[in-house]
Each structure stands twice: as C-alpha cells, then as structure tokens.
C-alpha cells in the first residue's frame, strides 16, 4: 500500500489517527508521525491546518489543542512531529537542519522546513483535500520553525501563517548568518522579497516576559533581540519594517499583542483559530480566564 493510500484510510473516519511518515522526497533516514484530527463535519473542501508542535515535541498534544476549533469549523488538522530521537536538539528541529554539523549547508529538500508543504501535498494527492492551500500555524519552538519555514520555502501551499511566541527569530537580512540572519544558505534578495510581502500574523503573548525561562533561548544572538519573547517579537517586526523601507516596498506582516496570555501553546491556538475562523479576537474577559491556565511548550 503507497503512504498515500495509507493516509487516505487513516483520514476517512472522523477522529484522531497518529501515522508514521517516512520522507522520502525529503531524509527517509528520520522518520516522522502525523498526528492528525478529522471532525464528523469534514469534507474534502473543508480547511487543513498544519500545527508545528514546541520544543516537547509534543504534536499529540498541539492537535488536540485544535480540536475544539476543529468540531466548530470542520477543520482538518495535522501536526507533524519531529521527535527529539530522530531530531535531537534545536538544530535539526526549530533551524531545519538547514546546516550539517561540518557547518556546511545540507540539500534543501533535506530542511525540516519542506515537510508543511510536502504533506499536504501528500494529502490533496490522497484525495483528503481539495483545498489548494493550508493554514500553518506554530507556537514556541514551533513558531521558530514556521516563521524560518516562510523565509526558505516557497509559500504556495500556505493561504495564511501563524506564528506565536517563538523564543527567538531569524532576522530579515542578508548580512548576517544563518540562524541569526538568511546569508550563506542560498537564500537571495528575491527570497527576502517575497519574506517581507508574506501576511505573517506574529501572536506574541502579553505575559510571555519571563526572562529566567530555562527554556528561552540565551546565545548573544537571542538576548540582542531583547529580554523576552514578547519583546522580541518587536524586534523581529522592526526588523522586517525596515529592510522594507530600506528597498521601498511594504512589510505585509501583522503583530497581534495578546492580553492576558504567557507562554501557552493552548491558548495561543484558540487565538489563533479566533482569529482565522471566526474573525475577531476573544474576548478579554475570556483571554483572562485562559491566562489563568497553563498550556504546554
């Protein structure tokens, strides 16, 4: 049985399924599971959302934090997940394993960052979908793999991006190197171009200020962008709104303040699906009683 037969199977019940995924047109050497969600309601026209889980490598969990929102709108959702066992480390997970450990630049169909769009690929030719295009939606570790996605990859398979709180950025330049800036992977002016006129929605959660967080990024590199995450979330967009300005055309990003909400995968997904299917923000009333919550990494 072809995987995509095996996807079709796996997705023609509702509920939740967990499928192994070898990459083969990526490195069949780590494997991958999708865990995936589909509603009663789903119907091949209905949306996907691809959810990139945090640093826990926790995809079970960010799924299922979408599942409310799934119920409502008839979303299917799939969440990649690359285990620390096969992705050990911030390397080969949240920077793509853009880089080999000689430092030498691996072949781009090998970067983490290709498998969003691979698997839904992978779906529409499994007759899941017939969408022509995804949500993408990461949070923390997460949402540094989503925003280093959309400054690699070609943003076809994508009708809109989310990231939230991810712990530090890759800044929009050419000046500085790979994970801090995009020079000496192969990434050009044209590719920046098309970064800076993306609509990435940038969630930064009001309470996320922690700055002893042992899970916040400390290089050098990370702490010029500020003492935090929602700081730095700024940063990330100033940086974007200059090199704008500086090639006089318009930085397309959005930076949503989130009231109430610290460093909360749960949360910021339902914001997130507020946003996107519903077209508003929650209530604060309601954001002030999900901060009072504790979701995961």
């Excluded at 017939?130 to 959309?150: E, K, T, V, Y």
């Excluded at 590199?221 to 929602?230: C, D, E, I, K, W």
Aim: aromatic letters at 10%; glycine letters at 10%.
């Amino acid at each position: 049985m072809s995987f995509t037969e095996t996807l079709a199977q796996a997705l023609a019940r509702p509920g939740r399924q967990a499928v192994p995924f070898t990459d083969e047109a990526g490195d069949p050497t780590r494997p991958l599971v999708l865990h995936t969600y589909r509603p009663a309601s789903f119907t091949p026209d209905s949306p996907v959302v691809i959810v990139q889980h945090g640093m826990k490598r926790n995809g079970d969990e960010y799924r299922d934090f979408w599942i409310p929102a799934a119920d409502r709108h008839g979303l299917l959702i799939v969440a990649p997940t690359f285990a620390d066992a096969e992705y050990p480390g911030a390397d080969l997970y949240n920077n793509g394993h853009v880089l080999a450990e000689d430092g030498t630049v691996r072949p781009r169909a090998q970067w983490g960052y290709a498998v969003p769009a691979r698997v839904f690929g992978l779906l529409r030719q499994a007759g899941v979908t017939r969408r022509p295009r995804a949500h993408f939606f990461g949070h923390s570790a997460g949402g540094q793999f989503g925003h280093r996605m959309l400054a690699t990859q070609a943003p076809e398979a994508f009708e809109a991006i989310a990231v939230g709180n991810p712990g530090w950025y890759t800044l929009p330049t050419l000046e500085k190197s790979f994970p801090e800036g995009l020079a000496g992977i192969g990434i050009g002016e044209a590719e920046l171009l098309r970064l800076l006129a993306y609509p990435l929605l940038i969630l930064a959660g009001m309470q996320d200020i922690q700055t002893a967080d042992p899970s916040l990024p400390s290089q050098p590199t990370a702490l010029a962008q500020g003492p935090h995450r929602f700081a730095r979330a700024h940063t990330y967009l100033a940086a974007g709104q200059a090199e704008a300005a500086r090639r006089g055309v318009a930085c397309n990003w959005r930076l949503v303040e989130v009231p109430h909400i610290g460093h909360d995968g749960a949360a910021m997904s339902r914001v997130a699906a507020s946003l996107w299917f519903e077209g508003r923000m929650p209530e604060d009333s309601v954001l002030a009683a999900w901060g009072t919550g504790q979701g995961a990494l």
